[in-house]
């Protein structure tokens, strides 16, 4: 096992966040969502471009899983051996429990045949096999079919990335089959109109960052040099600005922009990032702690959105602007609770310990 990449931590809670963000703005009045978007490029681009975060994850989650699998499931590597049961079961702990709470709550209240089916499929996390996996059973879930996958083809992954030169090969038939996808099988004369809006569900779409995950670890040595960071934080920065304000394109995807501007983003947390104050930004107890909780957070936030709704704060804010944050603040304070006290007390089996909450004395 490779050493933790700490500043990754920081990734997961801005990533966590950011994605709550831009589901809470998207999720008001169509009225409410004009007004934000009329009244600064906060609303208009930038929390928006939030929604993107999901492919962060893709590539964080491909080199977080070779840091602690690569070397036993590598063939060839003297003195390791892996357990496959004992991989599946970490798995299933991390994701099934909270993951299986939140689709019965669901089905609970929205009781009908068609809650109990795509619960169902849920609850097996095997959903991203069907030919239209469009649920809306928690509907943010659709992430976690994906991820599933991957689980499923991570021998085969390693197996890509043990030779070089392999790896390179494997990276650029996944882009290519990125753009048959979206240019060929992503149409109507293939698919549905609601699986082209949905192309993320489909693990071709998004390999390409699953493998520049995977990439970014065999070079983790070359790359990760301290020496870059300036040069990283830089090139990120230009790149994300740039997504922000025009969304270029490559090949005609601005996907691809977005994935040599997350790819930046990984090098400089890689690096460990700027220290100011002997304290780092990426790299911190709060960070930390947020992205022990960031699959719950990710998981859980719109339906802490949904019991907002219910209370009417819309009747009582005439301002969409403290609208929003209202929304933003109290919602994300009960995701975090929620998914704390579900975590700690009712799942504390799962993994991956929550740290002490040191940062709040």
């Known amino acids: 096992m490779i050493g933790r990449y700490n500043s990754f931590d920081g990734l997961r809670a801005i990533g966590a966040f950011g994605i709550a963000m831009m589901h809470y703005m998207a999720n008001m009045r169509k009225a409410d969502v004009a007004f934000l978007e009329e009244s600064s490029i906060l609303y208009k681009d930038v929390i928006p ?102 689980y499923m083809l991570f021998p085969w992954f390693v197996y890509l990335l043990k030779n070089k030169w392999r790896a390179w090969f494997a990276w650029g038939v996944a882009l290519l089959m990125h753009l048959l996808v979206v240019n060929y099988y992503l149409t109507e004369q293939f698919v549905l109109p609601s699986e082209i809006a949905n192309s993320r569900h489909n693990i071709v779409f998004s390999f390409p960052f699953f493998i520049t995950g995977g990439l970014l670890y065999v070079y983790r040595k070359e790359l990760g040099n301290k020496r870059y960071k300036f040069v990283y934080l830089t090139l990120s920065s230009i790149c994300t600005i740039l997504q922000i304000i025009i969304k270029p394109t490559i090949f005609g995807e601005n996907i691809i922009f977005l994935l040599l501007t997350f790819t930046f983003w990984i090098l400089y947390a890689m690096t460990g990032g700027i220290c100011w104050k002997n304290r780092r930004f990426l790299d911190n107890r709060i960070m930390r702690f947020f992205s022990s909780l960031s699959m719950e957070i990710y998981l859980c936030h719109m339906m802490m959105f949904r019991v907002l709704e219910r209370l009417h704060l819309d009747k009582l804010i005439g301002d969409s602007i ?29 993994g991956n310990r929550i740290p002490a909450l040191a940062f709040l004395k």
């Not at 994701?95 to 068609?114: A, K």
């Not at 944050?325 to 504390?348: D, E, H, Q």
């Open 49 to 150: 471009f939030f929604t993107m975060f999901v492919f962060l994850f893709f590539l964080l989650s491909a080199f977080s899983m070779c840091c602690g699998y690569y070397h036993d499931f590598a063939s060839g590597e003297e003195g390791t051996s892996f357990d496959v049961e004992r991989f599946f079961n970490k798995r299933y702990k991390r994701i099934f429990p909270f993951f299986s709470l939140l689709v019965i709550i669901d089905m609970l209240m929205n009781p009908s045949m068609e809650e109990l089916v795509q619960g169902f499929s849920d609850l097996t996390l095997a959903f991203n096999f069907l030919p239209n996996p469009d649920i809306h059973v928690i509907g943010v879930g659709w992430f976690i079919g994906v991820i599933f996958v991957f």
């Open 322 to 350: 403290v609208l929003y944050w209202a929304y933003f603040i109290l919602g994300i304070t009960m995701t975090v609770l929620f998914s704390y006290v579900v975590k700690k007390v009712l799942f504390p089996f799962a």
